[in-house]
């Protein structure tokens, strides 16, 4: 009891020196607030539509593609604030909205849970892994096992969103490999990434694995593009 009382005094004070802020758009939420977004940012994800998940049938590697959120408006921003501004508080509240999106009985039965890796060059720069941090939390939710290091970048690549199309391809060809191939052998994989846009990066990752004796692969992402949608 008196634990209980010194942790909630602990929590009481740290949202005062540090207030919970809006994942989306940086408003200061109330003191006594579980929400992780404020009431116009809420509305805003609420009323973005569903992404479908058999769209994206384009010759890719990976069987079918889930996405929470069409990467516009809200969505986009709640990814940049996490991924690009570096706001890494705001994971569990995502890993959350992605589980509220897209329920366990809409994903196919999976064996294994695997993140798109980082190089380390890109993880020295940032100082994180968003994916990974990411499927850590998505893991107990789902009760999906995960693998953080089935995957490794065995090359830094330039920035997919400064590329076309067809540079995509050139950028992550050959920028993936499987560590251990024991690992994904005859599993049905589960591969996040944050944002599915040309399906480039997924798609590449896709043939590794399934190289490495992986029995078949989908994606899960945050967000995809209107041209991922296409």
């Known amino acids: 009891m008196i634990l ?34 404020c009431e116009p940012c809420a ?72 993140p798109v890796p980082s190089h380390k060059s890109r993880i020295k720069k940032r100082g994180f892994v968003p994916t990974i941090l990411l499927v850590e939390q998505l893991a107990p939710l789902y009760h999906f096992p995960v693998s953080t290091d089935a995957l490794c970048a065995t090359r830094a690549t330039l920035r997919q969103s400064e590329l076309d199309a067809a540079a995509r391809k050139q950028n992550v060809k050959d920028a993936y490999a499987v560590r251990d191939a024991s690992i994904v052998a005859g599993k049905t994989i589960l591969l996040f990434d944050d944002v599915l846009t040309t399906g480039a990066t997924m798609d ?18 945050i967000a995809v593009t209107a041209h991922g949608m296409e």
């Open 4 to 37: 209980s009382f010194l942790r909630s005094m602990a929590d009481t004070l740290l949202s005062l020196v540090y207030p919970r802020q809006c994942i989306v758009c940086g408003t200061a939420l109330a003191i006594d607030t579980d929400d992780s977004t």
């Open 43 to 114: 509305q805003a994800l609420l009323a973005m539509p569903k992404p479908d998940a058999n769209g994206y049938d384009k010759g890719f590697a990976f069987a079918q593609s889930f996405a929470a959120y069409p990467y516009a408006d809200a969505a986009r921003n709640m990814i940049l604030r996490y991924k690009s501004e570096g706001h890494i508080t705001a994971v569990k509240d995502i890993a959350l909205h992605i589980f509220e999106r897209i329920a366990p009985c809409d994903l196919p039965a999976v064996d294994l849970l695997v």
């Open 204 to 221: 590449s990752c896709a043939k590794e694995l399934l190289a490495a004796g992986a029995k078949e692969v989908h994606t899960l992402s």
